[in-house]
């Protein structure tokens, strides 16, 4: 979307819509912070681009949500915007387009972009599918067909789950095979969470997807998956190998380590033991 020809113009900030279904979280926190700075400073330096909102004399922001944003918090009143005649598909490809560049994107905010602009090119005639892997072409420059698919899946997460990825405690193959249970299976697995204090494996995902296309999948079966104890959750107490020195015999391979510590602790728990037993 070229604007060589074009000239920004003011527009009064209550005129400026967001684009409605727009993926990209607009946060409050440090950056945001530095750019309302900014513009209360030197003013909005780069135009928005907007398109007329159809019947109305308001605009569609297609980009520049985090500066309207700024905006209003500086409490400024007009800013600069290109205004640009877009259909609704158009202008969701371009807010799709405007805002994947950007350095870090959450895994829902990619999901619900690829999800938005596969659904406008749908709708521009453009078929999407693995064939010829066309998707990699008109939904991503950077990420192949399966790729986009995969994120897509994401968008079937309820919402609880679906911040687990944003927090990076799932990875993308969990949120996927989670992806294809039912709302009521993905609340029960969240429960399981909970309750163990854990999110799933890739291992525990797949085997709740394989018993859900089974027919399989109960509460009960959940429960049981989510139960078992992985092997990075297994409860561990580091000691440094300084302290450990200090105190053992020399020359002690692992296994005679740990021996020799248990002996000594259950020694020690013998001696508190008595210990106890003579002051009463």
């Known amino acids: ?30 950056e945001m912070n530095t750019l309302i700075e900014s513009i209360q400073t030197q003013g909005v330096l780069s135009p928005l681009i907007v398109r007329p909102i159809e019947n109305t004399d308001e605009y569609e922001v297609v980009s520049g949500h985090r500066r309207l944003h700024a905006a209003q ?12 005649a877009l259909d609704r598909d158009a202008a969701a490809i371009a807010v799709v387009d405007s805002n994947l560049h950007r350095e870090h994107i959450l895994p829902s905010e990619k999901a619900f972009a690829y999800k938005l602009k596969m659904e406008a090119l749908n709708h521009q005639g453009i078929t999407y599918g693995q064939v010829g892997h066309k998707s990699r072409d008109n939904v991503s420059d950077t990420e192949s067909g399966r ?84 092997a990075n959750q297994k409860e561990t107490i580091k000691v440094s190998a300084e302290r450990l020195r200090a105190v053992l015999p020399k020359g002690m391979d692992s296994q005679n380590t740990e021996d020799f510590i248990i002996r000594a602790c259950e020694h020690y728990r013998k001696y508190l033991r008595n210990r106890d037993r003579d002051s009463r």
């Open 147 to 230: 790729t986009v698919q995969r994120y897509i899946r994401l968008t079937n997460l309820i919402p609880e789950l679906l911040e687990f990825m944003d927090e990076g405690k799932m990875a993308l193959s969990v949120g996927v095979e989670l992806s294809f249970l039912d709302e009521q299976s993905q609340y029960d697995v969240l429960e399981q969470c909970e309750i163990n204090d854990c999110t799933p494996s890739y291992s525990q995902a797949f085997r709740m997807h394989k018993a859900d296309r089974e027919g399989l999948l109960t509460k009960a079966c959940i429960e049981g998956i989510m139960c078992e104890v992985k």
């Open 1 to 30: 979307m070229k604007n060589t020809m074009k000239k920004p113009v003011a527009i009064p900030v209550e005129k400026l819509r967001p684009f409605a279904g727009h993926p990209f979280k607009v946060k409050d926190d440090e």
């Open 73 to 84: 918090k500086a409490g400024i009143t007009e800013v600069p915007a290109l205004i640009y």
